[in-house]
């Protein structure tokens, strides 16, 4: 693979970073992932907007122009010949070459690293056909959960809890309510109606989220914002989740209750073909 290290490109065994940075140190990094569909960008747009966010929160500097990044996202997947996968990206505060609590003075150039994930069958995902199985674990992740930072490992512990369980997915309840998903926002349908958690902080700002949010609108569907508890979700004739690397995913038991008659929701899998659809028609 060809991978994108501070203004370079190099074959992914030549790619370096310090050891000093505080990516790596202090998972002082923000990121983001970008499918690929048909060798096109899918929402590029929503992940640049993201980023920026992401990095204004943190005080941290921009690494390069929203036009260099989709140059360099567009290389990657031309070189690396990706026809459906992922593009990750990841920005971190760099380093001066020492440990520090204190942030480095502002000249410190920024850690800017990308490679691309080839998934031949994203779009056309058997794990979809069958829907996931979720267990709840507590949310006992930081309180900004709205940055997309890298510190990952509550969200990965709560992944294999999961598959330690036989099920796929791990949604996560803070003060009883569902905040979001291990790598997704959640959300269950009843009696016609799409009931998800409002954004704020204690979510991240899912670009899959805002895109099906609005299809879901413009299809006459109704939705509700509002906290939701385990159970009502359990009681819900069906439930799915949405993120750009697992577009939207229906769905099929809760710690064990099965939804509907257990297999995929007729609006999970109706938003799931809208999505792609509309997504990749306006994929760059
Ligand atoms: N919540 C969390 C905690 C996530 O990690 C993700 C995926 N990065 C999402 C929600 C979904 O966001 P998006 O649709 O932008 O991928």
Not at 43 to 67: N, Q
Request: proline share 4%; net charge negative; with cysteine.
């Amino acid at each position: 693979r060809t991978v994108y290290v501070n203004g370079e490109y190099l074959p992914e065994e030549d790619a370096k970073i310090s050891i000093f940075d505080r990516g790596f140190l202090m998972a002082d990094a923000v990121y983001e992932v970008t499918s690929v569909l048909d060798g096109k960008l899918i929402d590029f747009e929503g992940h640049a907007v993201r980023l920026k966010r992401s990095l204004d929160e943190l005080d941290m500097a921009e690494p390069c122009s929203k036009e260099e990044l989709l140059e360099i996202h567009r290389k990657l997947v031309e070189v690396n010949g990706i026809v459906e996968g992922l593009v990750y990206l990841q920005v971190t505060r760099g380093s001066d070459g020492d440990r520090d609590f204190v942030f480095p003075s502002e000249d410190t150039p920024p850690s800017i690293v990308l490679f691309t994930q080839n998934k031949p069958g994203l779009a056309d995902s058997p794990a979809a056909k069958k829907g996931a199985k979720i267990i709840s674990i507590e949310d006992i992740r930081w309180g900004r959960r709205d940055i997309k930072t890298v510190q990952l490992l509550y969200p990965s512990m709560g992944k294999m809890m999961a598959k330690k369980a036989g099920c796929d997915d791990a949604w996560l309840v803070e003060d009883g309510h569902v905040t979001e998903g291990t790598s997704n926002n959640a959300y269950f349908v009843k009696d016609g109606v799409i009931v998800t958690r409002p954004l704020s902080n204690d979510i991240l700002h899912g670009i899959t989220r805002k895109a099906v949010l609005r299809m879901a609108a413009e299809a006459q569907l109704k939705v509700e914002e509002r906290l939701f508890t385990i159970e009502e979700a359990q009681g819900a004739d069906e439930a799915f989740t949405t993120s750009a690397s697992a577009f939207v995913m229906p769905v099929v038991e809760i710690d064990g209750v099965a939804l509907g008659n257990g297999t995929p929701g007729p609006i999970a899998t109706r938003l799931r073909e809208i999505y792609l659809e509309e997504s990749l028609k306006a994929a760059i």
